[in-house]
Nanobody, 118 residues
Framework: QVQLQESGPALVKSSETLSLTCTIS??????????WSWIRQSSGKGQKWLGT???????RIDTPFRSRLTISKDLSKNQFTLHLASVTPEDTAVYYC??????????RGQGTRVTVSA
């Protein structure tokens, strides 16, 4: 069974870079036929797609985040990591990693809550 687990800080300060890691078990990031993504959900709002590591190679980032979001991967650890620079309180949300593209996914982690302090 595929399992995804997010990890990272629960609290970051404004202007810092948020880094969150997704550890995959039950599937391999290397040579995967699947895309792997990050999404988030702010309080009272719907899920929002942030970006994806494409199975074909490379990444795709949602337009509003292109100037400050990167996604990296570590095949040896079967992990991929979100780096979101210059965070503000508006980036406060529950962050999820998924297997899929956009908001279409078949597996999702339990999520990690991140609060950005002013």
């Amino acid at each position: 069974q595929v399992q995804l687990q997010e990890s990272g800080p629960a609290l970051v300060k404004s202007s810092e870079t948020l880094s969150l890691t997704c550890t995959i078990s039950g599937a391999s990031l290397s040579g995967s036929d699947y895309d792997w993504s990050w999404i988030r959900q702010s309080s009272g709002k719907g899920q929002k797609w942030l970006g994806t590591i494409l199975h074909s190679g490379g990444t795709r980032i949602d337009t509003p985040f292109r100037s400050r979001l990167t996604i990296s991967k570590d095949l040896s650890k079967n992990q991929f990591t979100l780096h979101l620079a210059s965070v503000t309180p508006e980036d406060t949300a529950v962050y999820y990693c998924t297997r899929g593209f956009g908001l279409q996914y078949d597996y999702r982690g339990q999520g990690t809550r991140v609060t950005v302090s002013a």
